[in-house]
C-alpha cells in the first residue's frame, strides 16, 4: 500500500535556509520548543487477494491525524507525540466477508541527552490501544493494548557516519 505523510510545524523551527538556519540554531540551543502536527494516509495500492487471508495489501484506507511536541533545553530533548488510526471497512475481507475495526490510539515519549555532536542516549516508552475488529458485525474479541519501550545510543565514526545501538521491549 502506498503511505502518504504531511506534515506542518505549527510553533517554533521557521523555516529557513543555509546561513540563516545555522544562526536559528545557534540562538536556540539553550532552550526551544516546537509543536506540529501531520496526517499519514495509507492508500489500499496493494495487492489484495479476497480468497486469501494474508495479503500485501490492506484493501482499505487508513486516516492518522497526529500531533508532537518536543522541548530541547541544553543537552536534553523531551518528545511526546499521539496519534490514532481510523480504518475504513474492507468490504471484500476474507471469505466476502466485511471487515470494520475500531480507531487505534498511540502515545508515545522519548528523554535524550546529547554528550556532543553526534553521540547521544536516549530512553523511550509507548503505549497503544484499541483497533478490536468486527467481521460481518462480530466482534473478533481482538482490542490492541500494547507497552513498548527502548533505549539507544548514537555513537559517531566520522562526520559522515555513525551507528545506533538499542534495545526494544514490547508486552
Given at each position: 500500500?502506498?503511505?502518504?505523510?504531511?506534515?506542518?510545524?505549527?510553533?517554533?523551527?521557521?523555516?529557513?535556509?543555509?546561513?540563516?538556519?545555522?544562526?536559528?540554531?545557534?540562538?536556540?540551543?539553550?532552550?526551544?520548543?516546537?509543536?506540529?502536527?501531520?496526517?499519514?494516509?495509507?492508500?489500499?495500492?496493494?495487492?489484495?487477494?479476497?480468497?486469501?487471508?494474508?495479503?500485501?495489501?490492506?484493501?482499505?484506507?487508513?486516516?492518522?491525524?497526529?500531533?508532537?511536541?518536543?522541548?530541547?533545553?541544553?543537552?536534553?530533548?523531551?518528545?511526546?507525540?499521539?496519534?490514532?488510526?481510523?480504518?475504513?471497512?474492507?468490504?471484500?475481507?476474507?471469505?466476502?466477508?466485511?471487515?470494520?475495526?475500531?480507531?487505534?490510539?498511540?502515545?508515545?515519549?522519548?528523554?535524550?541527552?546529547?554528550?556532543?555532536p553526534g553521540l547521544w542516549?536516549?530512553?523511550?516508552?509507548?503505549?497503544?490501544?484499541?483497533?478490536?475488529?468486527?467481521?460481518?458485525?462480530?466482534?473478533?474479541?481482538?482490542?490492541?493494548?500494547?507497552?513498548?519501550?527502548?533505549?539507544?545510543?548514537?555513537?559517531?565514526?566520522?562526520?559522515?557516519?555513525?551507528?545506533?545501538?538499542?534495545?526494544?521491549?514490547?508486552?
Amino acid at each position: 500500500d502506498t503511505l502518504l505523510r504531511f506534515a506542518v510545524n505549527l510553533y517554533g523551527a521557521p523555516p529557513l535556509a543555509g546561513q540563516e538556519f545555522m544562526d536559528y540554531r545557534r540562538a536556540m540551543q539553550k532552550e526551544e520548543t516546537i509543536v506540529g502536527m501531520g496526517l499519514q494516509i495509507r492508500v489500499p495500492t496493494g495487492e489484495y487477494f479476497e480468497d486469501k487471508l494474508i495479503n500485501l495489501g490492506t484493501n482499505r484506507y487508513t486516516f492518522t491525524p497526529q500531533f508532537g511536541v518536543v522541548h530541547n533545553r541544553g543537552k536534553w530533548s523531551l518528545e511526546v507525540s499521539s496519534s490514532v488510526s481510523f480504518y475504513t471497512e474492507n468490504d471484500e475481507f476474507f471469505g466476502g466477508k466485511l471487515l470494520e475495526e475500531d480507531p487505534y490510539f498511540v502515545v508515545q515519549g522519548h528523554l535524550i541527552h546529547t554528550f556532543r555532536p553526534g553521540l547521544w542516549a536516549g530512553l523511550s516508552a509507548g503505549y497503544g490501544y484499541g483497533g478490536e475488529s468486527t467481521i460481518d458485525g462480530v466482534s473478533a474479541n481482538d482490542r490492541k493494548e500494547n507497552y513498548a519501550w527502548g533505549v539507544s545510543v548514537g555513537i559517531p565514526v566520522n562526520a559522515d557516519f555513525g551507528f545506533k545501538l538499542g534495545y526494544i521491549g514490547a508486552r
